[in-house]
Every structure is written in structure tokens, then in C-alpha cells.
């Protein structure tokens, strides 16, 4: 795929176009821009009908190896891509290794594997193990092998050998994939730039990757965290850019940059004027399923009548649907919000959904977060335009956030219809005492 740099702004990062692949040549995808992140090859709690109401259809779909290696024997028995097997070949398919949702579990990485934890469990994946599940799948775009498990605080000699081991696993995935029939000249390849929070041995991992650099499609900034939801939703743009901003400056101009995780949308933006092409959704789901929060957050610097209300009373980022005040509010999630939940339902039904459990509720939230998310993305392709993303920031920083989400424990479980909640009487003291002497007599 080629990647078309349009315009680079003093201050708001710049504009572009990916696009030019062979089997979809009307495909593209507009910098910066949104990847779909997907479970198994589909966008979680959304059919493929229903993403037709979202106002930009998915192009470019990200899977990861941890949710699909379960089908690889499937796909070869159909000898099929995996684009095709899961019914999505008119998308773009990106592989990569894990999904920015899961949380990583703990555990030491092997001398010539990667440690993968699948739905069956934990898979050590090796090169050879790694590169025949690419070659069955035929991904149009797929990340290298590496080692990226590092975060901030991680010591010295796990980013060292974060950076060494990922050189050995490139080097034999590269010589691997030119003399594959499947994979060369048909699927394209994303090179990992790793080494943790040190600037000396990013700078020595660009310098090793640009030596091939006309092997690489693009580069994903990897090595920033271990893709714990958590870890990631805390990180802020003081900690991360700098490391990102000097590592976009070193990358050629001319290579899309991507970097996944759920990013706060604040970071988001310092991203994209660090110099950060793509993005995936895994934050709209995040907040959708396992938080049950909608995205409201303010994008529109224009309406000034919200910035004369946000002085007299912030206005809030998300809202969170598990909230009793909201049980007798027809109003919608978001108003003006032109996506189907808000034009057809209410903070009060989609409330209802969440308390009785029904699977309604994560879909319409699903549908609500992803239009709202593309839609913020093609404000900052304005701004960027205009070269304005300072003032965007100024105004998402004015608003306010809402807690950390704590898991609530079930107190009480859904009964099924025509069953009487059934909970014993609690005994008085006396007739416990009775019977603690009957038993002691006997």
C-alpha cells in the first residue's frame, strides 16, 4: 500500500491518504484515521448490517492473532483468506498480535516465543509457528513477530532485550515472507518499533528497521504499554510523547504511522500533532461493553452558546448508563447526535437494558460510541486542516471526566419469568438455639 502525504502543519500533525492496494484499489483511508478493531474478525456487539447506519462504513478492520488462531484450521479446510471467511472481504485486513482490549496476563517471555493468551489458553508462539498462521490467513496487512512487553517502569534489560529479540524475529519473518508465494507481492508488512521508554534504543531500532525500510508498508509504535486497558486509559500525553514525538521525526515521511490502544481522546490529539497517522476503536468498545458508558465529549469549537454553558457547568466526556438518575430521562444520550441509538432511543430505555441484562444494551452503545468516535475524527481532519488542533485540545481539556469505572458486584441476579425469588425466612435466635441442644442431645 502507498501512503500520500497531503499536508504537514506547524502544529496540528498532518493530512493524508492510505490507500493502493492491489485486490481493493477504490479502498482508502483518510490520516488521521480510524482502524475498526474487531473480535474474531467482527466489530463486537455490532452485525455487519448495523454498521451500515454508522455515517463512515468500516474500510480497514484490525484482527488480532489472540482472538482468531482458534480458526486456523477452519480457514485452511475452506481455503479461504480470512477476510473472506469471516464475511468481511470488501475490507481492508490488518493482523496483528493482540487485542488492545484484553488486559495481558503475567507471565515471562520465552528465548524464541512470544506468549499469546488465546481463548484456549496460553500459546508461545515461535516464527515458524507464527508466519504459517499468516500464510493460512493472508491478511492484506500483518505486523512482524516481536517482543513489545514493556511499559512504563519496566527495567533496562527488558527494553534491551525487547529491541534484540524483535530484530532476530523481524529479520527471519522478512526472509521468511520474500519467499513466500502467498504472502509476497500480496500482503503488506508493518514494521514494530520498540525498546520501552528509552530514546537511545528507539533511535537504534528505527536506525535497524530503516535499513529495509522499502519492505515496510508503515510503522507501529509499539512498547509503550502491555495493551492493559487500564494502564492505558491512565497514561498521558507528558509521559508518552516524549518518546512518540521523536520517533515520528525519525521515521520517513513518506511511511503511515500507526499506534493502538485505548487512548483517552486528550491523548489522542497530542498524537496526532506528535505526527501519528492511525488509530484503532478499541476505546469506543471499551467504554461501550465493559464500562457501560456512552461518549457525549464536546468536539464542536464552533458552538459557542455550549462554550457559555461550559463555564457555568462543565460539561461531562461520558455517560454512565448504570446511573439510577437516568431511569425516568427520555431524553437522548447525546443531543443533536445523528447516530440510530439517539434518534430512536432514550438514557432511560438504554438504563433499562443495562439493569435486565438484555444484550440490546451493549449494541446500541456500540452503535452510539463508533459514531461518535468517527465523527471526532473527521473534526480533527478539519482542524488539522486549518491548522487549529490547539484549540480543540483547549476545549476538550475544559471539560470534565467522570470517575475511573469500578466494576459493581451483582447483589442481585435476573430471575426468570414465572419463578418467585426464592430466599429463606431468616430464622430467629431461639429456634437456632433449640436446635443446636436437640442436635447436641441426639
Not at 511499559?151 to 534484540?164: A, F, H, I, N, P
Not at 535499513?211 to 487500564?230: C, K, V
Request: hydrophobic share 35%.
Amino acid at each position: 500500500m502507498k501512503f500520500t502525504l497531503n499536508t504537514v502543519t506547524k502544529c496540528s500533525g498532518r493530512l493524508g491518504l492510505w490507500s493502493g492496494l492491489e485486490r481493493l484499489p477504490n479502498v482508502a483511508l483518510q490520516t488521521p484515521g480510524l482502524i475498526f478493531h474487531t473480535k474474531g474478525g467482527s466489530v463486537p456487539h455490532v452485525s455487519k448490517e448495523a454498521l451500515q447506519q454508522l455515517s463512515s462504513v468500516p474500510q480497514f478492520l484490525q484482527m488480532s492473532i489472540s482472538n482468531t488462531i482458534h480458526m486456523q484450521d477452519a480457514v485452511q479446510g475452506c481455503q479461504k483468506t480470512l477476510g473472506e471467511f469471516v464475511a468481511q472481504s470488501e475490507a481492508v485486513s490488518m493482523l496483528v498480535l493482540r487485542d488492545p482490549s484484553e488486559a495481558p496476563v503475567s507471565g515471562v517471555p520465552e528465548r524464541d516465543a512470544v506468549p499469546i493468551y488465546t481463548r484456549c489458553g496460553r500459546r508461545a508462539v515461535n516464527v515458524d509457528t507464527y508466519m504459517r498462521l499468516v500464510e493460512s490467513f493472508q491478511p492484506d496487512l500483518y505486523v512482524p513477530l516481536y517482543d513489545g512487553d514493556t511499559e512504563l517502569g519496566c527495567s533496562k534489560k527488558r527494553e534491551q532485550k525487547s529491541v534484540d529479540r524483535t530484530e532476530t524475529f523481524v529479520q527471519e519473518c522478512l526472509e521468511w515472507h520474500r519467499k513466500s508465494e502467498k504472502l509476497s507481492g500480496k500482503s503488506g508488512l508493518i514494521a514494530p518499533v520498540v525498546g520501552g521508554y528509552s530514546e537511545k534504543l528507539r533511535e537504534k531500532a528505527i536506525e535497524w528497521l530503516r535499513q529495509t525500510e522499502h519492505d515496510f508498508a508503515g510503522y507501529l509504535i509499539e512498547g509503550l504499554h502491555t495493551y492493559d486497558p487500564s494502564v492505558v486509559s491512565r497514561l498521558t500525553s507528558e509521559t508518552i510523547l516524549p518518546i512518540v514525538t521523536p520517533v515520528c521525526k525519525a521515521l520517513p515521511q513518506e511511511r503511515v504511522r500507526l499506534c493502538f490502544g485505548a487512548y483517552d481522546p486528550s491523548v489522542v490529539l497530542e498524537l496526532v500533532s506528535a505526527g501519528v497517522d492511525v488509530f484503532d476503536t478499541s476505546y469506543a468498545y471499551l467504554k461501550a461493553a465493559q464500562q457501560h458508558r456512552a461518549l457525549i465529549f464536546s468536539f464542536d469549537v464552533s458552538d459557542e452558546e455550549s462554550e457559555m454553558k461550559q463555564e457555568s457547568s462543565q460539561h461531562d466526556t461520558e455517560l454512565d448508563t448504570t446511573d439510577t438518575r437516568w431511569a425516568e430521562d427520555f431524553s437522548p444520550l447525546l443531543a443533536g447526535c445523528s447516530c440510530y441509538t439517539c434518534q430512536k432511543h432514550s438514557k432511560a430505555y438504554v438504563h433499562h437494558l443495562y439493569n435486565t441484562r438484555e444484550m440490546l444494551g451493549p449494541i446500541l452503545l456500540m452503535i452510539h460510541n463508533l459514531h461518535h468516535y468517527t465523527e471526532f475524527f473527521k473534526t480533527i481532519r478539519h482542524h488539522v486542516t486549518q491548522d487549529t488542533l490547539p484549540q480543540l485540545r483547549a476545549h476538550l481539556s475544559r471539560q470534565r471526566t467522570l470517575p475511573p469505572y469500578v466494576e459493581k458486584e451483582d447483589k442481585k441476579q435476573a430471575i426468570p419469568m414465572g419463578r418467585k425469588e426464592s430466599t429463606p425466612p431468616a430464622e430467629p435466635a431461639e429456634d437456632l438455639e433449640e436446635k443446636l441442644t436437640k442436635k447436641q442431645r441426639s
